[in-house]
C-alpha cells in the first residue's frame, strides 16, 4: 500500500508540475543567476557607453577653444549627437533597479555639461569622470 501511494505521490506530483522538485528548484535558480548576469552587462555596457562619451566631451575642447565660427559649429554639431547618446543612456538608466540606478543617474547631468560646447564644459568633463569612477566603485565593491 506505501509503494502505490508513494508512486500515486511522484505521478500526480509530475502531472501536475511536470518536473520534480528538485528541477524547478534548479531551474529557478538557473533563471535568476542569468537575469542577475544579464543586469550586470547591461551596467557595464551603460558604464562604458559613459566612459566614451567623457572621452568625447573632452575631444571637443580643441573646437570649445578655438576662435573660429567652423569650429564652433562642428563642436555644436558633435555636440547635438552627443546629447542624443546621452538621452539613450539616460532611458536605459531608468530601467534599471534602484540599486543601479541611483549611482548611475549623477553622470548624466555631468555628461550633458561635458559635452557642451561651452569654455567650462571641461569642469563637467572632470566632474563625469569622478561620477563615473563613483559609480563603477559603487556598482562594483571590491
Given amino acids: ?13 509530475i502531472a501536475c508540475n511536470g518536473k520534480p522538485p528538485a528541477d ?14 544579464a543586469l550586470t552587462n547591461e551596467v557595464s555596457a551603460i558604464t562604458r557607453t559613459a566612459q566614451k562619451l567623457e572621452k568625447q566631451g573632452r575631444g571637443l575642447e580643441t573646437y570649445r577653444n578655438s576662435k ?14 552627443s546629447r542624443k547618446e546621452i538621452t ?3 532611458n536605459r538608466i531608468q530601467k534599471l533597479s534602484d540599486n543601479y540606478k541611483t549611482p548611475l543617474a549623477p553622470v ?11 569654455r ?17 566603485k559603487e556598482n562594483y565593491p571590491q
Fill in 108 to 118: 548624466i547631468l555631468d555628461l550633458n555639461e561635458c559635452v557642451a560646447c561651452s
Fill in 1 to 13: 500500500m506505501k509503494l502505490l501511494i508513494s508512486i500515486l505521490t511522484i505521478f500526480l506530483f
Fill in 120 to 136: 567650462k564644459a571641461m569642469d563637467g568633463c572632470v566632474k563625469a569622470r569622478v561620477s563615473i569612477n563613483k559609480a563603477i
Fill in 88 to 90: 539613450d543612456l539616460e
Fill in 24 to 37: 524547478n528548484a534548479k531551474a529557478a535558480n538557473i533563471k535568476a543567476r542569468n537575469e542577475e548576469l
Fill in 68 to 81: 573660429k565660427v567652423e569650429a564652433l559649429r562642428e563642436c555644436d554639431i558633435i555636440a547635438e549627437g
